[in-house]
């Protein structure tokens, strides 16, 4: 029941903080905060029955829901769906947390659409049944729409409107290619069960497109070039809530998808189709990371460094080996703490000072020294430094890269030498120079208190990072044992 539990929690939690607000106005946030810590629990409960290496599926849950038509309520949780089980948890806490003075007006349908939106996400992380995915993938979409319509910024209606049409078309090719999958494989039963499809022997030709239609859906929510342009308009209008879970979390549905589905479900065409996807990875590294530079917005900029940070992930899901698997993963974790830290530190910015343009903000060093110090320490996170997590998945997504394609690697490569030089213009142009802002309210206690729980997160797993990857290798090996592995799995 904990499987279920957790879904629950959080649909049971938004209606509730909906209803609550005329009690009072923040009994709504203490409702969040409520159902995040009954998640919390959940979760841990499932760490404690995974052990610190866990093998196979720690916990499974399998009831008929539509028997005529082979779906099932199948959820479960594996290392690799644990870890982001917590990474998204943990950032709901942080989300609720940085909107608590940000939003003043309907608290409690804001609450409900943060906590329906989380729990479309831990639906998709659970779901081994891919019409329930599909359900879970489309519950998650809409609450998202309407934190970014209801509370974003000035161009709201055009960012939410981009990325509802960008994701619904992602959705209308993956039910096409969902529905492909379970009609065009042999046999005369129908099931969307994972574990049924996955000896589909599908023939070849029906392989490619499908696996076609997957990639692509997941792709656009990942995001990686062509399929990004939704991302920096969601961001740059989104409320610092929104903008949390949407680069810490829901991004990663598009990865977990690739590593869930797309590799195991078609290992052969996605063997054939990886030197384009590696391509396609280089790619969204080196040009969001130009488009970064070029920003003037600072929560434009940041998007465009989750482009080509995710790009990243998707160079080491196609490198089809383990070192390059297990840097996705960290990637993605270490990512979604970084990504998460820098919106919530952009948004307190904007905040205070009304506006997002870094023209307009230059020596804020030493009126928010605060802000300043946790700043430096995100972007440098971000440009990769050594002992911190964002370095050690991109170290591995390179060694696992670099066995399988010389010179896409040495690309990608390039990256690392682009991100010094965007994340560290945006400190010189933010918190250096002459003051343009007379006075101005530095970080109180509750935001440092979040930010250093978010700097503890990260350099855990910069200086410890066996422990994420010793939960998440039975399910890497698991994925691995589908191909030839090139050089030695971790």
Same mark, same amino acid.
Not at 72 to 97: E, I, N, Q, T
Not at 102 to 118: A, C, D, S, V, Y
Not at 233 to 262: C, E, I, M, N
């Given at each position: 029941?904990?499987?279920?539990?957790?879904?629950?929690?959080?649909?049971?939690?938004?209606?509730?903080?909906?209803?609550?607000?005329?009690?009072?106005?923040?009994?709504?946030?203490?409702?969040?905060?409520?159902?995040?810590?009954?998640?919390?629990?959940?979760?841990?409960?499932?760490?404690?029955?995974?052990?610190?290496?866990?093998?196979?599926?720690?916990?499974?849950?399998?009831?008929?829901?539509?028997?005529?038509?082979?779906?099932?309520?199948?959820?479960?949780?594996?290392?690799?769906?644990?870890?982001?089980?917590?990474?998204?948890?943990?950032?709901?806490?942080?989300?609720?947390?940085?909107?608590?003075?940000?939003?003043?007006?309907?608290?409690?349908?804001?609450?409900?659409?943060?906590?329906?939106? *989380? @729990? #479309? =996400? %831990?639906?998709?992380?659970? &779901?081994?049944? +891919?019409?329930? $995915?599909?359900?879970?993938?489309?519950?998650?979409?809409?609450?998202?729409?309407?934190?970014?319509?209801?509370?974003?910024?000035?161009?709201?209606?055009?960012?939410?409107?981009?990325?509802?049409?960008?994701?619904?078309?992602?959705?209308?090719?993956?039910?096409?290619?969902?529905?492909?999958?379970?009609?065009?494989?042999?046999?005369?039963?129908?099931?969307?069960?994972?574990?049924?499809?996955?000896?589909?022997?599908?023939?070849?030709?029906?392989?490619?497109?499908?696996?076609?239609?997957?990639?692509?859906?997941?792709?656009?929510?990942?995001?990686?070039?062509?399929?990004?342009?939704?991302?920096?308009?969601?961001?740059?209008?989104?409320?610092?809530?929104?903008?949390?879970? *949407? @680069? #810490? =979390? %829901?991004?990663?549905?598009? &990865?977990?998808? +690739?590593?869930? $589905?797309?590799?195991?479900?078609?290992?052969?065409?996605?063997?054939?189709?990886?030197?384009?996807?590696?391509?396609?990875?280089?790619?969204?590294?080196?040009?969001?990371?130009?488009?970064?530079?070029?920003?003037?917005?600072?929560?434009?900029?940041?998007?465009?460094?989750?482009?080509?940070?995710?790009?990243?992930?998707?160079?080491?899901?196609?490198?089809?080996?383990?070192?390059?698997?297990?840097?996705?993963?960290?990637?993605?974790?270490?990512?979604?703490?970084?990504?998460?830290?820098?919106?919530?530190?952009?948004?307190?910015?904007?905040?205070?000072?009304?506006?997002?343009?870094?023209?307009?903000?230059?020596?804020?060093?030493?009126?928010?020294?605060?802000?300043?110090?946790? @700043?430096?320490?995100?972007?440098?996170?971000?440009?990769?430094?050594?002992?911190?997590?964002?370095?050690?998945?991109?170290?591995?997504?390179?060694?696992?890269?670099?066995?399988?394609?010389?010179?896409?690697?040495?690309?990608?490569?390039?990256?690392?030498?682009?991100?010094?030089?965007?994340?560290?213009?945006?400190?010189?142009?933010?918190?250096?120079?002459?003051?343009?802002?007379?006075?101005?309210?530095?970080?109180?206690?509750?935001?440092?208190?979040?930010?250093?729980?978010?700097?503890?997160?990260?350099?855990?797993?910069?200086?410890?990072?066996?422990?994420?990857?010793?939960?998440?290798?039975?399910?890497?090996?698991?994925?691995?044992?589908?191909?030839?592995?090139?050089?030695?799995?971790?």
């Amino acid at each position: 029941m904990i499987l279920s539990g957790l879904i629950a929690v959080l649909l049971l939690g938004g209606l509730l903080a909906w209803f609550s607000e005329p009690w009072h106005k923040d009994a709504p946030r203490f409702v969040s905060l409520a159902a995040l810590t009954a998640d919390a629990c959940l979760v841990t409960c499932l760490f404690a029955e995974s052990g610190p290496a866990p093998s196979g599926w720690i916990q499974q849950l399998d009831w008929a829901w539509i028997p005529r038509f082979g779906i099932g309520f199948h959820l479960g949780v594996d290392g690799l769906s644990l870890l982001l089980l917590a990474l998204s948890v943990f950032l709901g806490f942080m989300a609720v947390v940085c909107s608590w003075t940000e939003i003043q007006q309907r608290t409690g349908f804001f609450h409900f659409n943060l906590l329906w939106t *989380l @729990a #479309g =996400v %831990l639906g998709v992380f659970l &779901a081994l049944d +891919l019409f329930l $995915f599909f359900f879970f993938w489309e519950v998650m979409l809409i609450p998202m729409y309407f934190l970014i319509v209801l509370w974003g910024h000035e161009n709201r209606a055009y960012a939410a409107m981009k990325f509802f049409i960008f994701t619904q078309v992602g959705g209308l090719m993956l039910l096409i290619a969902i529905l492909g999958l379970v009609f065009l494989r042999p046999g005369g039963s129908v099931s969307f069960d994972y574990f049924d499809l996955l000896d589909s022997h599908l023939k070849p030709e029906a392989e490619r497109w499908i696996m076609l239609g997957f990639f692509i859906a997941f792709v656009v929510k990942l995001p990686c070039v062509p399929f990004h342009t939704w991302l920096p308009d969601a961001h740059t209008q989104a409320p610092t809530g929104g903008s949390v879970l *949407l @680069a #810490g =979390v %829901l991004l990663k549905t598009g &990865a977990y998808g +690739l590593l869930r $589905f797309v590799l195991p479900l078609f290992p052969h065409a996605a063997h054939e189709f990886a030197p384009v996807a590696m391509v396609l990875g280089a790619a969204s590294i080196l040009y969001a990371a130009k488009l970064a530079f070029a920003q003037t917005d600072i929560k434009r900029l940041i998007a465009y460094t989750s482009v080509s940070h995710m790009g990243f992930v998707l160079l080491g899901v196609f490198a089809f080996n383990a070192w390059g698997l297990q840097g996705a993963v960290m990637t993605m974790l270490a990512h979604g703490v970084s990504s998460s830290a820098l919106f919530i530190i952009a948004g307190a910015l904007q905040e205070r000072l009304h506006l997002r343009e870094m023209a307009g903000m230059g020596g804020l060093w030493v009126r928010v020294p605060r802000i300043g110090a946790i @700043a430096l320490f995100f972007a440098v996170a971000a440009l990769g430094l050594p002992g911190l997590g964002n370095f050690i998945g991109e170290f591995l997504v390179l060694l696992g890269a670099f066995q399988v394609n010389v010179a896409v690697t040495a690309l990608a490569a390039l990256g690392l030498v682009a991100a010094p030089v965007y994340a560290l213009n945006l400190v010189q142009k933010v918190f250096f120079g002459a003051p343009q802002i007379p006075a101005l309210r530095d970080f109180g206690r509750r935001e440092i208190l979040m930010m250093l729980v978010l700097v503890a997160a990260l350099v855990g797993m910069g200086l410890y990072p066996q422990a994420l990857l010793a939960l998440s290798n039975a399910a890497i090996d698991g994925l691995a044992q589908a191909w030839p592995i090139k050089g030695s799995p971790l």
